[in-house]
C-alpha cells in the first residue's frame, strides 16, 4: 500500500496516473494548498520541501521502514523500478526517457509554474515578467511539439513515466495564454494518452483539477496567498523566521 499525498494540480495527477498505470493500491490523501494544508510540521517528516506530491511506500522494494519520497520525477523513476513498468529496459530508449522526464521537471514546469504565478497570482502585473516566462514557456511548447513530430511517444515507440510527467500540465498551459491549436503533434499525442483507462481513473472527480486552481484572474484572500506564497509559507521550513 502506497500513501499519495496529493493536491489536484498537474503535478499531484503524474502520480495519480502512475500509480493507476501501473496498478498499485493507493490511498489518495487530498490536500488543499490554498488553506495550507502542506505546511504542518507532520508533512514536514513526509517532505521537508512542503510541496506536493509525495508518496510514502509502506512496502519498500528493499524492505524495511515505510520509505517516502518526494520531488514528482524521483517519484515516477522510484516506481519505474519498483514495477519495473513505464521505463523502457532498452538502455539508449531509457537515457531519452530520462532526458524527457528532466526537462520536464527541470524546465517545463517550473517555467510554466512562473508564467501561472506572475499571469495569475502576482499582485500588481509585471510586464517584463510576463513576457520573459511566457515567452520561454512558448518556446518551450515548440520543443515538445518538434519531438511528437519525431516520435509517437518522447521516448520513441513506447509509452513511459516522461510522458505521464509531461501531460498533465499540457491543459493548464492553455490557462496561460499558450494557444494550443498551434501544436497539432502534441495534440495527437495528447488525445491518446487520454484515451487510456488509467490516466482517465487518475484523473477521476476526487483528482480532477479544481476551479479555483485553474482561474486566469485568480484572487486569493491575503491568508490564502501568504499560504502558498507568502510568510505562512515561508515558516514552514524549520529554521526560517
Ligand atoms: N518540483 C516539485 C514541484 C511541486 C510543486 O510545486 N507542487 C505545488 C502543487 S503543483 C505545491 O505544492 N504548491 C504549494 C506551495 O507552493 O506552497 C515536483 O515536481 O514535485
Redesign the pocket.
Known sequence: MIDLHF?A????QKISIALEEMGLDYRLISYD?FEGD?LTPEFDRINPN????AIVDHDPPFGGEPHAV????AILQYLADKTGMLLPDDPRARSVALQWLTWQ?AGL?PMG?QASHFRRYAPEPIPYAIERYSRELDRLMQVLENRLGQAEYLAGAEFSIADIAIWPGRSAAGVVGIDLARFPNTHRWYQAIAARPAVQRGRSADKAFPDKYMQLNARLSSAQWS??FGDR?HSAVPGRP
Open positions: 493536491s494540480t498537474p503535478n499531484g494548498i502542506h512542503h510541496k506536493l506530491p518526494f520531488e514528482s520525477g521537471v514546469g509554474g499560504n502558498m509559507m
